[in-house]
């Protein structure tokens, strides 16, 4: 089973600071690891993804991750927030290796970020 | 290219009544997942098509629900005998399919916004 703990579901940062979004995990094989954003009223839309290759993962609108298999974790940051930046981002999980079957994403509750002029 | 579809885009229903969500993947994708999104559960997934067929409808939460694929393609989410519970956002998500286990990228629809009365 596999399960995702994103901490804080609320996190303000002032316009130009920088962003990080907690995300830690709980797999029992090795993981594949994902961040959405989720604009209102919209489906979600993939940031980036951790797939066993680079541990330091980079991804659409200046948005990194890095996975830390030590730590079981997988923050999402950005250097410098942007007003636009302001929406909900989920972590995700999937089970790692090649098998069909194993497909299905299981999300954490999600962090809404509010950006501060 | 155009992004997964999903319709209706709203729909507000009785109590007791049945309904039917609609899904068109990315043209090609041969994965195609539904998933669930309340202010109570969070994001949950329902079932994943590989092909016409269903590998895991794990996620579905009663024997009132159920889907279809048809021609590899379009896929419909039934509920029947709908309750207030039942109200939710559900998305529609497509990826190649090509290879096993969770690495691919799902792309997501908007979801149809389903009430309950």
């Known amino acids: 089973a596999q399960s995702v703990t994103q901490l804080g579901s609320h996190v303000s940062v002032s316009e130009g600071a920088l962003v990080l979004l907690r995300c830690n995990y709980s797999?029992?094989?090795?993981?594949?690891l994902f961040w959405y954003v989720q604009y209102p009223n919209q489906g979600l839309q993939l940031l980036l993804k951790?797939?066993?290759?680079?541990?330091l993962v980079k991804g659409i609108n200046g948005f990194e991750a890095e996975f830390k298999k030590s730590e079981t974790s997988f923050h999402l940051t950005k250097p410098s927030a942007h007003m636009s930046d302001a929406t909900e981002y989920f972590c995700?999980?999937?089970?790692?290796?090649?098998?069909?079957?194993?497909?299905?994403?299981?999300f954490g509750t999600g962090t809404r970020l509010t950006i501060i002029p | 290219g155009a992004g997964v579809s999903q319709s209706p885009s709203n729909k507000v229903t009785e109590k007791g009544k049945d309904v039917e969500l609609r899904c068109d993947p990315i043209?090609?994708?041969?994965?195609l997942y539904w998933y669930r999104q309340s202010l109570g559960q969070g994001l949950e997934f329902l079932i994943y098509?590989?092909?016409?067929?269903?590998?895991?409808k794990s996620g579905l939460p009663s024997d009132r629900f159920s889907a279809e694929r048809t021609g590899g393609s379009v896929s419909t989410l039934t509920i029947q005998r709908t309750q207030q519970e039942d109200s939710a956002v559900y998305l529609c998500?497509?990826?190649?399919?090509?290879?096993?286990?969770?690495?691919?990228?799902?792309?997501f629809g908007p979801g149809t916004r389903l009430l309950v009365l």
């Open positions: 998500a497509s990826s190649l399919g090509s290879s096993g286990g969770g690495a691919e990228t799902q792309y």
């Open positions: 797999s029992s094989v090795p993981p594949y």
């Open positions: 951790y797939t066993s290759a680079a541990t």
């Open positions: 995700a999980v999937s089970e790692g290796g090649s098998n069909f079957g194993n497909e299905k994403l299981t």
């Open positions: 043209s090609g994708h041969t994965a």
């Open positions: 098509f590989q092909g016409n067929s269903a590998p895991d």
